[in-house]
């Protein structure tokens, strides 16, 4: 190797410093280098877990909130149809409370105006009394005695009463 230009010593001094740099660069950079390489690999992994953990949470929270929402409008569908049902009620309670009352004011006004023709009837029939009276004491004069004309009146009272109660 002399030939070469190659010196042994000097070679095995350079492997030998080699080996020795190789050493202290794996000791003091290679193996903490690795060494943090390895905890940022496991906590991205970890980083990664708790992002798909995160996901899955999220999709079971969306999941319960679809739910929630979906009760919650049935609720209110519910609701809905109660507060019809109800409306419907009072309108059907007031529509018939209405009914009841109009039948009534419509009695009491039929009654009312049965009395009044009932009166008027009664006032008519007295009138005719004495209208007849004064024809009948006209035409007979007023000499005639009370008691004929007595006679007269409640005789034609009561033809009166027998037209009316063949009228009615």
């Known amino acids: 190797m002399e030939k070469l230009g190659i010196d042994i010593r000097l070679l095995g001094f350079q492997i030998f410093n080699f080996l020795i740099i190789i ?3 794996n000791k003091l950079v290679f193996q903490p280098l690795s060494q943090k390489m390895d905890e940022r690999k496991k906590l991205i992994e970890k980083g990664l877990g708790k ?5 899955k949470k ?3 929270i969306e999941i319960e909130k679809q739910k929630m929402i979906a009760s ?5 569908d519910g609701m809905m ?12 309670e007031l529509l018939e409370n209405t009914k009841k009352e109009s039948d ?4 009491r006004t039929k009654d009312q105006l049965a009395g009044e023709k009932e009166e008027m009837l009664s006032k008519a029939k007295e009138e005719m009394v004495e209208l ?3 024809a009948v004491k006209t035409v007979l004069g007023e000499n005639k005695t009370s008691g004929m004309i007595d006679n007269l009146n409640k005789k034609a009272i009561e033809k009166l009463w027998q037209k009316d109660k063949t009228q009615s």
């Open 23 to 25: 050493l202290l660069l």
């Open 132 to 134: 007849t009276m004064d």
């Open 81 to 92: 149809v109660d507060a019809a049902k109800k409306v419907e009620n009072f309108r059907t």
């Open 104 to 107: 009534a004011l419509i009695k």
């Open 51 to 55: 992002e798909l953990e995160a996901d």
């Open 58 to 60: 999220l999709a079971e």
């Open 72 to 76: 919650t409008q049935k609720d209110i």
